[in-house]
Nanobody, 123 residues
Framework: QVRLVESGGGLVQAGDSLRLSCAASGRTFSRYAMGWFRQAPGKEREFVAAINWTGDKTYNTDFVKGRFTISRDNAKKMVYLVMNSLKPEDTAVYYC????????????????WGQGTQVTVSS
């Protein structure tokens, strides 16, 4: 069984930065792709970013390119999302996901998800 626990969300102002963290347990973390999704009130969950198991390949959705960066530390079983230049439209619950390969994660077909962390950006 895999457990993913997100942290680092909060209330910030537009233009501020946040670093989200996702702690994984229960599986050989380093052999799996990881990703971040978000869901705003009244909207469907959407893909944000993904990273392969070695950490040398990442993929971001267009609306966060140049602002958000995903990274991982396999020794610590952690994945991070650094969010810069935050905008009010970034307000959402952010979820961490684990999958066998990046394409699985990007497609939203991960078998394991965290409980989410709230990010609220005020204007």
């Amino acid at each position: 069984q895999v457990r993913l626990v997100e942290s680092g969300g909060g209330l910030v102002q537009a233009g501020d930065s946040l670093r989200l963290s996702c702690a994984a347990s229960g599986r050989t973390f380093s052999r799996y792709a990881m990703g971040w999704f978000r869901q705003a009130p009244g909207k469907e969950r959407e893909f944000v970013a993904a990273i392969n198991w070695t950490g040398d390949k990442t993929y971001n959705t267009d609306f966060v390119k140049g602002r958000f960066t995903i990274s991982r530390d396999n020794a610590k079983k952690m994945v991070y999302l650094v969010m810069n230049s935050l905008k009010p439209e970034d307000t959402a619950v952010y979820y961490c996901a684990l999958g066998d390969v990046m394409s699985t994660v990007v497609a939203g077909r991960s078998d394991y998800w965290g409980q989410g962390t709230q990010v609220t950006v005020s204007s």
